[in-house]
């Protein structure tokens, strides 16, 4: 049985984590809390790809104090040796007498850190707080767990269900403090996916404004870099994007899907100076979705947020690749000529119909946002 402070300390831990909540990909976030008792000696959260683990901070922090204490971690320790050496050497090498951590690491269960933490005579116990810690990684584990990313639609809608007028006309729906709200989520992404039907129609940046983020250090401390900057992805089966695309610019890294067998009807190379392009296979109505995602996952992508059009969002629902859906709600009404929010197939039975669960739900300045998933 886990005390009350063991789960206060693991709380803390979980609140260091998300303070890597945009820097971190395509590492998880990750906390450390060391801790005597009621007094906590070292803290650490992991803030970079390539930097030092958490628990390699809040051991730092607490030095010679670590002997003897308890150290709450909210994933499995590392065992293995990476850019950085294991944490679960540096965990018996401090000398803590016992670990406590959230949730496994299906990635690391074959370095054996927790073995070796236990033939140290460490006493090692799991599942403080697992949900939550899961629930902060979600994408980092369904990459390594099902091979895919999270794949998150971010759609934003009239109280009648339209997204745009029938002239294609869509700004702005939403009011400032939901389209501020969405920069923020698409920070944690590590990548943004549209298709070549937006790109055409609204020449997107995809980019993530920096001052809509707010402050990504706690008070009193520098400021850290406040984000990575997400894979911009497009679905582009045939090549028709246009050299002067916004989204093909150097603010940050893009990806064009393309099929195979595509034919461009104007030459390549004076289109991709600075972005990259991969081929998937293609069926008769576009790319095949899965292989996308699997090939995002490949690259160390953990979350996708899509912005795209009701065709796209609505083919990933229909293929059941959405996990959740991001629902950004405008007290206004467009009229039954309006574009509608996706374009699913027809069902003649109710018992068929999408089912959601609303997760979150929230006022965002005039506009409510729902978080959904599948039910």
Not at 98 to 104: G, H, P
Not at 191 to 215: E, K, Y
Request: proline share 5%.
């Amino acid at each position: 049985m886990f005390s009350a402070l063991d789960h206060a300390w693991m709380a803390q831990a979980l609140r260091l984590a998300e303070r890597g909540m945009y820097t971190t990909q395509p590492n998880p976030r990750v906390g450390c809390v060391i801790a005597h008792g009621d007094r906590v000696v070292g803290e650490g959260w992991h803030r970079q790809a390539g930097g030092q683990h958490a628990e390699i901070f809040a051991l730092r922090e607490a030095g010679e104090r670590s002997r003897g204490a308890t150290a709450y971690v909210t994933l499995e320790p590392c065992g293995l040796h990476g850019r950085t050496p294991p944490c679960a050497d540096a965990l018996i090498a401090a000398g803590v007498t016992r670990v406590v951590i959230a949730s496994e690491d299906a990635f690391q269960c074959a370095g054996g850190a927790l073995d070796r933490l236990r033939a140290a005579d460490i006493v090692v116990e799991s599942g403080l707080m697992r949900a939550a810690a899961r629930e902060l990684n979600r994408g980092f584990f369904s990459r390594i767990e099902r091979g895919r990313p999270w794949l998150r639609v971010k759609l934003g809608m009239s109280l009648d269900g339209r997204t745009a007028l029938a002239n294609g006309a869509s700004k702005w729906i939403t009011g400032a403090a939901a389209r501020a709200d969405v920069q923020r989520w698409r920070a944690r992404s590590s990548a943004i996916l549209t298709g070549i039907g937006t790109v055409l129609a609204d020449d997107p940046a995809l980019t993530v404004r920096r001052d809509a983020l707010g402050r990504t250090s706690a008070p009193g401390e520098p400021e850290e870099d406040g984000f990575v900057a997400p894979l911009r992805v497009v679905l582009d089966r045939d090549l028709r994007i246009p050299k002067n695309a916004r989204i093909l610019d150097a603010a940050a890294p893009t990806l064009v899907v393309h099929a195979g067998r595509a034919k461009p009807a104007e030459p390549i190379d004076a289109r991709f100076a600075d972005a990259e392009r991969a081929a998937v296979e293609s069926g008769p109505h576009g790319l095949d979705l899965m292989p996308v995602l699997q090939l995002l996952a490949a690259r160390g992508v953990n979350e996708v947020q899509v912005e795209a059009g009701a065709t796209l969002c609505g083919a990933l629902f229909a293929v059941g690749l959405v996990d959740e859906l991001l629902l950004y709600v405008a007290p206004v009404l467009l009229g039954d000529s309006a574009r509608p929010l996706l374009q699913l197939p027809v069902l003649s039975d109710m018992a068929a119909r999408w089912k959601l669960a609303v997760v979150d739900r929230r006022q965002v300045g005039d506009d409510l946002r729902l978080l959904l998933r599948p039910a």
